[in-house]
Each structure stands twice: as C-alpha cells, then as structure tokens.
C-alpha cells in the first residue's frame, strides 16, 4: 500500500510541493505507530491480548479500505518495460548507490532496527522504570510526525538529499552515545531527537530523490524496488544488534554498529548526489 500511495501522490504534485504532500502522507503511519502501543497496553489488561489484537485488525481493516478506495491516480496506467523489477535502472548509478545507502540506513536507524527494536530492553537496563518504557515507542513516533512534516517543507526549500543527510547524520552521531542515557528524561530527548530529525526527515524524504532518478510514470517501480532492496537491511539489522549486545558491555557494540551504519549510509548517499548532479553540491529533488 505504502509505494504506490507514494508514487501517485507524486504524480499529483509538481517538485516544489512534492516534499510537503508526502510528508503529510508519512504523518499517518507514524500516528498509527503513536496510538496503538499506548492503546495495546490499556486494552491487553481489560480485554486480554487475543481481542486487542482483533481490535487493531479491525481498525487496519477500516483504515486500509477507506485508503484502497479513495486512492485516485492522475496518469493513465502505463506499460513499462522490464517488468516488476528491472535490473536495468541499477545502470543508473545514482539509484544504486541511493539504494545501497537505504540499506544501510535501514541496518541502523529505521523503523525496525536497534533504536526501535532494543530501546525499551536497553531503557530498563539502565533504570527506567517499567511504566514508563512502554510509552517510549509511542513518544519516538509522535515526534517522528513533527519532523516528517517538518522536512518535508525543508526538502522543497533546499532539496530532499540536502535535508536527509545533516538529519540522518545527527541520528547517527546521536545513536552511539545513547547507551549511555539515564533517566527518563534523557531517554525522552533521545528519542525526541533522533526520530524527529532522523526517521522523520527519511520516513517523509526518500521517495523524492527516486522520483526524479528517471520518469514520473515508472516513479512507482523504482520506489518499488527501492524497498525490496532495502527490506534487507530491515531484516538483518535486528539479528545482527541482538548479537552484538554483550553481557558484560552491554548495548554499547550495538550502539556503536547502528551509529556507524548511519554514517557510512550518509556517505553513499551524497556519492548518489554527485552521480545524480555531477557535482559535489546542488539541490536535488
């Protein structure tokens, strides 16, 4: 559901409000993830785990239908060539490389990597209490809105890349030292900081650069293979943080490893830019 929101959203909105349109678009998945945590802990005690889970279905349900239904594209269907998943577009070397950099982004930021799979074990390794910790991933992800919408107003002023990478990178140089947070109102300004700034500015920016790597009608097949590439960092990150998470240390070498995968995926990232513009700076959406 989510690329081919993406890419007809696209095609209604020219480059200078492409990046506000879908910022606004992101703001509904990180409402979801801001809501349902808070509700699945108020909801498990009362109606017990089977039945909340049966609640969230029936809202995905209604919520999914509504959006099937009303999505409209602007373009007549087209037929590409190549298929699903056209080996050819990675040619384009600023789309390989803007793909490798989403992979590395996923390793060690997004979504369903370190900061969001281990931040509530990690919190009550340091001494947060348990009441609080579960209302952490619905704080990470009501800050996220903030920022998606807030990079996307930036990206249509400056550029997307221009704006993804100083707000990836400070999540990245934020990451490493967050093993060593205590207190709930640091764990609180981390992850205010690092979702707003980082997941937002990614979550509401990625789809641009890819929009313009080639034509707006095969915009939806490239986003497409955008996440299927990267969906393999969003299944080894976690693996691979979990295995670095030492008795003795801690989640300080998991710490060190998401924050590293970040700044290695900034780099590629502005390789993307200069094959895109041929130059070492430029805006770039």
């Known amino acids: 559901m989510l690329c081919p929101a993406l890419a007809v959203v696209s095609h209604w909105f020219s480059r200078k409000r492409r990046g506000f349109a879908l910022g606004i678009i992101s703001i509904g998945s990180s409402s979801g993830s801001t809501v349902l945590p808070a509700a699945a802990q108020k909801l498990i005690p009362l109606i017990g785990f089977v039945r909340t889970i049966c609640v969230f279905g029936f809202i995905l349900i209604a919520t999914l239908g509504a959006a099937n239904l009303l999505l409209q594209r602007r373009l007549p269907p087209s037929n590409v060539h190549g298929g699903l998943f056209d080996l050819k577009t990675f040619l384009n070397k600023a789309f390989a490389f803007y793909c490798i950099s989403g992979t590395m982004t996923f390793l060690g930021l997004y979504r369903y990597d370190q900061m969001l799979t281990y931040i509530s074990v990690s919190a009550i390794e340091i001494g947060v209490s348990k009441d609080f910790v579960f209302y952490i991933i619905s704080i990470s992800n009501a800050s996220s809105a903030v920022g998606r919408l ?92 979990g295995a670095l998470i030492s008795p ?38």
Do not use: E
């Open 248 to 285: 003795i240390k801690g989640f300080v070498y998991a710490g060190y490893y998401a924050g590293g995968t970040i700044v290695i995926s900034i780099v590629l990232m502005l390789v993307a830019r200069y094959f895109h513009l041929r130059r070492l700076w430029g805006k770039f959406s």
């Open 150 to 241: 807030l990079t996307g107003i930036i990206g249509d002023k400056i550029g997307a890349m221009n704006t993804m990478t100083p707000f990836t990178a400070l999540a990245g140089i934020m990451t490493i030292p967050s093993t060593g947070m205590r207190g709930n109102l640091f764990i609180a300004t981390y992850q205010l900081t690092t979702s707003r700034f980082s997941c937002g500015a990614f979550s509401s920016l990625w789809p641009v650069p890819i929009v313009a790597m080639g034509g707006i009608k095969d915009a939806g097949r490239r986003a497409g293979m955008f996440m299927s590439f990267v969906a393999f960092g969003a299944i080894a990150g976690p693996p691979i943080s």
